[in-house]
């Protein structure tokens, strides 16, 4: 009988709450929203007060389970006291809402407790990928903020679910839903159905700056999650950051995501640079939001996640894993395309730009009067041509050139490599493919890489006929 309640629940709004208490959603710190559901609001979004990520448990007859254990062991502890000032209750569980560190470094204190920790399925497999590289960042280019982060210990989920589970706590069902990718590829929703309460993880922001940044991220699905949220008809929502809100903050995520797409999208159009957007990118009516160091990054992930989607590029190349979107712009007719990968072995790009022309054939000598003009436009870089040959590139023989890079003034970093350059011509339209490679100044290295990049190329194919201008 349960089971068939929480399905009616879930899936239909829920009727109206006879007796509302009257909640300050101003309020910081813990923060009692019934009897047994409190959620716990940090007073900022500074690294001392764990990036500003919430948290929160429900207390039942059996014991507690607490949502998110925060930033580092030291605001876990403060986390802990704090249910310690409403309940001596076991801790039975702890559910990660997701994968980033503010909401799971804390995780070896609730272990230590004897908490089962809960999450779904990607969720640990995306902590135990990405958290040393996390820890090595900030170690080697935060020092000061990895003094707060040296004692974290990298604590797994116990257990995880795919799409739904339940977890009763004597008098309290709380219910665990994936709705798929939206924040991050394995967002968990906190629900206590009889409460009509939820916590959404990072899903809802209120007053900050979201995190479209994962690489997991799916925005559309993301906006329907918030739809969602709204169907459910909910008394309280405790936002990922931010104080507890109700339903309207929902409509401000919607238009947050869905505006800034449309901003990059438009200026992708206009092949405006990534590099340039970052900085002249904003959202109306967000002045005031906290964290706002995460607006570029925002603009990098929705540049790099509509490009393909704007463009609409009338070829492809098959690229080896690891091979990302790194900026790009323009239309099917005209525009340009950069991917680029990160390894080991050095740094790889490859950028395609294409136009419409009239020519029926081209010269070796068109690889170097755009090379001129390239070194004309970009004035801090230095281009020595080392030699011609014939490149493949999709089975063709196509003109090419090739020689070493570097920035001009040193002083902005030490960096340089090794290009090369085709040109081809495909049913009215011209090609430039350009090859380029970091890798220290170890020349064997930048040989190999450029080995490999030319084999990639060779991949280059022609999909239909160029649209638009």
């Not at 407790?113 to 990405?130: F, M, N, P, Q, W």
Request: with cysteine; proline share 4%.
């Amino acid at each position: 009988m349960k089971r068939m309640l929480l399905a009616v629940v879930l899936t239909a709004p829920l009727l109206s709450y006879a007796c509302d208490t009257g909640v300050d959603l101003d309020r910081h710190g813990l923060v009692q929203l019934t009897s047994r559901v409190y959620a716990y609001i940090p007073s900022g979004s500074s690294m001392d007060e764990g990036l500003g990520a919430n948290s929160g448990f429900i207390v039942g007859k059996d014991g507690v389970l607490v949502v998110d254990s925060r930033n580092t062991p030291a605001l876990a502890r403060k986390l802990l006291e704090t249910i310690r000032t409403v309940t001596d209750a076991r801790i039975l569980y702890l559910v990660n809402t997701h994968y980033h560190p503010d909401h799971t470094w804390g995780n070896n204190v609730f272990k230590d407790e004897g908490a089962l920790i809960v999450s779904t399925t990607e969720t640990r497999g995306d902590l135990k990928k990405y958290s040393p590289a996390y820890l090595s960042y900030y170690k080697k280019y935060k020092p000061e903020t990895y003094e707060l982060l040296k004692n974290v210990q990298v604590v797994l989920p116990d257990t995880t679910f795919k799409d739904e589970r339940e977890i009763d706590l004597g008098d309290v069902t709380v219910v665990l839903r994936h709705f798929g990718p939206g924040h991050t590829s394995g967002d968990c929703v906190v629900i206590v159905p009889e409460e009509r309460i939820v916590f959404t993880g990072g899903l809802l922001s209120n007053g900050y700056h979201p995190n479209l940044g994962d690489q997991g991220a799916d925005f559309d699905n993301w906006i329907a999650i918030l739809d969602r949220f709204k169907a459910m008809e909910t008394r309280y929502l405790v936002p990922g950051t931010g104080t507890v809100c109700k339903a309207g903050v929902l409509d401000k995520n919607k238009d947050y995501i869905q505006t800034l797409r449309e901003i990059c999208r438009e200026e992708i159009k206009r092949k405006t640079p990534l590099e340039k957007a970052t900085f002249s990118v904003t959202v109306p009516g967000t002045e005031g939001y906290l964290q706002d160091n995460l607006l570029p990054f925002n603009v990098q992930a929705v540049y790099r996640k509509e490009i393909l989607d704007v463009i609409k590029p009338n070829f492809m190349i098959s690229l080896p894993q690891g091979f990302m979107i790194n900026d790009g712009g323009g239309s099917t007719g005209r525009g340009w395309i950069r991917w680029a990968k990160d390894s080991e072995e050095g740094h790889l790009e490859i950028e395609v730009h294409w136009q419409p022309t009239s020519r029926s054939e081209v010269i070796s000598q068109d690889i170097h009067d755009r090379l001129a003009r390239y070194v004309k436009e970009h004035e801090g870089y230095e281009m020595e041509v080392e030699g011609s040959k014939k490149l493949d590139i999709g089975g063709e023989n196509a003109h090419a050139a090739y020689g070493s890079w570097k920035y001009k003034r040193e002083s902005l970093t030490r960096a340089g490599g090794l290009w090369t350059w085709a040109i081809v011509l495909r049913d009215g339209t011209l090609y430039t493919i350009q090859l380029s490679t970091i890798a220290g100044y170890q020349r064997a290295r930048e040989e190999r890489n450029m080995v490999q990049l030319e084999r990639i190329v060779a991949s280059f194919r022609i999909l239909s006929p160029q649209r638009g201008s």
